[in-house]
């Protein structure tokens, strides 16, 4: 279960089974309430939540998350390929999370990065 600070993401199924998305407001200081609804886009449309509500989005059905919308997903009866569009942020500091957990996996390298990701700045290019 996390939430934005900044960013706002739209979530697509893209195919596959269904896409269960579980939502909950946010308290005045943008933490976490177990009792808090809200209201979010799908497909453009403004639809309200009550707070621990499960949206099952068919594929090509999407729903749009603003800051302080909580939320977790997962595939619903089978794999689901998910699409994120999303505005520009810096992902090591926009996602709370409601339980600490690692945002990326560590990894022992063995050979140099051809490709790096934004979490690897700080130790390859300082």
Not at 3 to 18: F, H, P, Q
Not at 45 to 71: N, Y
Request: hydrophobic share 40%; charged share 20%; net charge negative.
């Amino acid at each position: 279960m996390h939430t934005l600070v900044v960013k706002a993401e739209d979530i697509i199924n893209r195919g596959g089974a269904t896409l269960a998305v579980q939502l909950y407001g946010s308290d005045a200081q943008g933490g976490f309430d177990p009792d808090a609804g809200g209201t979010v886009a799908c497909d453009g449309i403004q639809r309200p939540f009550a707070a621990g509500e499960i949206l099952l989005l068919a594929p090509g059905q999407s729903v749009t998350l603003m800051p302080g919308d909580w939320h977790a997903f997962w595939g619903d009866g089978g794999d689901v390929l998910i699409g994120e569009v999303s505005t520009v942020n810096d992902d090591e500091t926009d996602n709370v999370f409601r339980d600490p957990i690692g945002r990326f996996a560590e990894v022992e390298e063995d050979e140099p990065p051809r490709h790096l990701l934004v979490s690897d700045y700080a130790a390859w290019l300082a």
